[in-house]
């Protein structure tokens, strides 16, 4: 769609800089989208691989835990796990990647000892438990991995939304009304070029 604007030689040149700032906006734009998707897909297929494993994890854990309800009664089990037996600390702090943040987690995990006595309680309990602390640092990690893709694939969206405004609108439509106002300009040109040839023809005969 052509642009409205004043078919004058000013314009024309206002319009010849903005489209090689297009292009060039277009290609940074491209090129950032191609490694943002390159990044983004690297990264995948190591969150795909770490949710499969802590998904199996988890059922084993979860396994652990209902066999050691089903041998201990729910009152000693839900009284062995009253007190936490693990301090955890986390430290977010952000790295950057093509303007971006990405969140990052340190987890910093004291040694894990036992609030509850061992007569009453199976040894599923423990091993649920110890399941459940080995896969924390895991979980965290799988997290800050799964939110880091959520960012990627938001500015992938929107850099895509931008590279195809500029490719599919605002350079085309520059084009256009570029070509509009050369053309206005030749049919000026050649109008003068007429009255300048008549003008010389009139004087030529007086």
Known sequence: MRLNVN????ELLKLKKRIVLAHRGHKLLKD???ELMRYFLSRLTEVKKMRKEVENDLIKAHQNM???R???SPQIVEEALLYPSTKIEIESFFTPLMNL???NYRVK???QKLTYGLVNTSSKLD???DFYAQLLPKMI???ELEKNLEIIAKEITLTRRRVNALEYILIPDLKETIRYITMKLMELERGNLVRLMKVKEIVRKH
């Open 127 to 129: 091993y649920a438990l």
């Open 66 to 68: 209902l066999m050691a």
């Open 7 to 10: 078919p004058n030689r000013m």
């Open 32 to 34: 950032k989208q191609d």
């Open 101 to 103: 943040r990405l969140v």
């Open 141 to 143: 990690k799988l997290a």
């Open 70 to 72: 089903a041998i201990s």
């Open 109 to 111: 995990i004291e040694e």
